[in-house]
Every structure is written in C-alpha cells, then in structure tokens.
C-alpha cells in the first residue's frame, strides 16, 4: 500500500512519428542540440504512454491525465509561461496499477501548433506532453517534448520579392552601393549580392556583413533583445574607386529559423543583414535592412515522361538479356544431356 512513497514508477511518453520523416534538432542554452520528434500544424499528436511499476507493486494512484501543452516561455522568469494550447486526456481515474507494464494509447487530433518551436533570448516557444500521476502524497510529472515545424510553399519566396541596395555615405570621404539579389531567403539559401565603390576618400581597414537576430517584445520600455548569428567578412584591406566585391555566403550551417511576426501578441523574430565597415583608426560604420527567412517545403522531383520511357526501356534490355541467358543456360544443359544418353548408349553397343 506505502509502495508509492518509497519508489515511484518510470515512465515513457512516446510521440508516433510520420514515416520517413528525420527527428529535428534544436539548440538548447546549455549547447545541447536534442534530436526531437516534429510535428506540422494541424496534424494529430499520438502514441503510448508505458508506465513501469515493476519496483512499486500494487501502485495506488488518484488520477492519470496526459496534457498537450503549447506555451511562450520568458527566459528571465520562470513563473512567467503564456500557454497557447492547453489539451488533457484522462487516462486513468483513482485506482491501483496491479501489471508491471501499463501501456495507454493516446490521441489529440488536428491540434493546431501555429508558431515553430523556438529557443531565444528573451523568450522560448515549446510544444510537450505532461503525464501527472496523482498520489496521496504527492503528484508525479513527467514531460516529453517535441517540435514543430511549419514549412511553407516555395511560392512564397518571389512574394514581394524586391532585391536590397543600400547606400552608404560619409559626407565627401566614402560613398558606396550595397546590393542583395533578394529579400526573402530559405533557410538552406545561397545570399548573391556586390559591393560597389563609388567614392574611397577614407583608409578602410575592412568591411564584414553580419545576419542579425533581433526578439521584439510586445511591452513596453522595452529595448528589443538582438544576436549576431555570423559575419561573413568580405574586404581585408583598403578598397578603390569603382571596385566591385561580389558576395556569395550560405545560410545552411548557421542557427537560423524563420521569421516570426506577432508571435501570439507577445514577441516578434526579425532578421537583418548589417554592414560593418572599420577604418584603420578603429572607427565603425554600420547600416542594416530588413530580410525574411522562410523554411520552405520539400519538393519531391517528378520524373519526365521522357525520363520513364528510359527507365522502362532499360528494363525491358534487362529482362531480355535475362531471359537470353536462361534460353543459353537450357540449350547448353539439353546438349549436355544428349552427350550423357549418347556415351551410355555406346556402353551398351560394347
């Protein structure tokens, strides 16, 4: 009956996972990057919840319930979670677990999970389940996370698609253009784009683009939250008139995520491109614009019919030559055959 006070059961939340889907990977504070089942929005949360009281025979319980939570977390105050989505399913009411292994089956259907997961500064957004074991002493909790995921259609990247040109001037000592191809980048893009010098009447040291990451929270008196993800430096040294300096960098290895406007009337995530430039003296420039990361969907390539047609021809040789070589194979085993009958037959005449 004490059984529970001494020793508590393990648990296990399993989340089923879509067949042929890779686990995701975020990056925790602590520099760990969990590798997590992922969702999309509307699609249904299901598995098993096992529970092992095979060390606390005859468990005694109150009440089990699963919970689907969705919640914004400020980083700065734990007591301080804004839950978007709140889901509970009783699995059990008061009663004892009498097997060793109990395995509940679960399902949340179309829950809707409008925002990414997402670890930042200021805020975190989270998606995980919570199993609480209600006991006469105290509650048992238990939690598994997962993420979410929200690709969109590579359509969306040509919307309001203009290319970037900046302008850089500093009175009569420096003018140059900054152009970027594009505004609107996946998370796996190539960033194109030039440098131009109109005007070098200063000493440059060097020149660096940075992507910057800025949380925008929705209170007040409040200075928004910004990182610098990476910079790519693009000039080692002093520039002349009229030179160009193409750029070319890529977004694949870095930690970026797509861009969140609103987020739940809390905070905004923004990303910028920013220009450095340092003169020999140490002095800095910036200048910086607005880009949109979107995190696009996977498009399985279609074979031509030109490309079928080759593959069923490729086959059909395949099957030919196959077929040529069991006619092979007969004749010469019916020619082996007729060699035997006649070597027996000439036994038999001696």
């Given amino acids: 009956m004490f059984s529970g006070l001494f020793s508590k059961p393990t648990v296990d939340i399993i989340i089923d996972e879509v067949e042929g889907r890779k686990k995701g990977k975020i990056l925790n504070p602590n520099g760990e990057i ?4 992922y969702l999309q929005d509307q699609e249904n949360v299901s598995g098993k919840v096992i529970i092992n009281c095979s060390q606390s025979k005859n468990f005694e319980h109150k009440g089990i319930k699963l919970e689907l939570l969705g919640c914004i977390e400020n980083i700065s105050d734990s007591k301080d979670i804004l839950k978007f989505i709140s ?16 395995t509940y ?20 957004i989270k998606y995980y389940l919570r199993l609480t074991i209600e006991t006469k002493f105290r509650s048992l909790v238990y939690e598994q996370e997962f993420l979410v995921r929200n690709p969109e259609p590579i359509s969306i ?7 970037i040109k900046l302008e850089v001037g500093i009175e009569d000592w420096l003018h140059l253009v900054f152009d970027l191809d594009s505004r609107n980048f996946g998370l796996k893009d190539i960033a194109l784009g030039r440098v131009t010098f109109k005007k070098v009447s200063i000493r ?13 929270v929705n209170v007040a008196n409040v200075a928004p939250i910004q990182k610098v993800l990476t910079r790519f430096e693009i000039m080692d040294g002093g520039p002349i008139k009229n030179e160009t300096i193409p750029i070319r960098f890529f977004l694949k290895p870095y930690d970026l995520t797509p861009t969140l406007t609103n987020i739940n009337n809390r905070f905004s995530i923004q990303y910028f491109i920013n220009i450095v430039l340092t003169d020999v003296e140490g002095r800095k420039y910036f200048k910086q614009h607005e880009i949109f990361f979107h995190r696009i969907q996977k498009v399985k390539k279609k074979r031509s019919e030109s490309e079928d047609n080759g593959i069923s021809e490729i086959r059909n040789e395949i099957k030919n030559e196959n077929e040529n070589k069991n006619v092979i194979s007969n004749e010469s085993n019916n020619g082996n055959t007729n060699n035997e009958n006649n070597n027996e037959e000439e036994k038999l005449d001696e």
């Fill in 34 to 37: 969990p590798r997590l089942p």
């Fill in 87 to 102: 889901l509970t399913s009783e699995l059990e009411s008061i009663g004892i677990l009498n097997n060793d292994v109990n």
């Fill in 105 to 124: 089956p679960f399902k949340f259907t179309n829950v809707q999970k409008q925002y990414e997961s997402f670890r930042g500064e200021s805020r975190n």
């Fill in 157 to 163: 990247l040509s919307e309001n698609n203009q290319p």
């Fill in 204 to 216: 440059l040291k060097s020149m660096e683009v940075q992507i910057i990451r800025k949380e925008v």
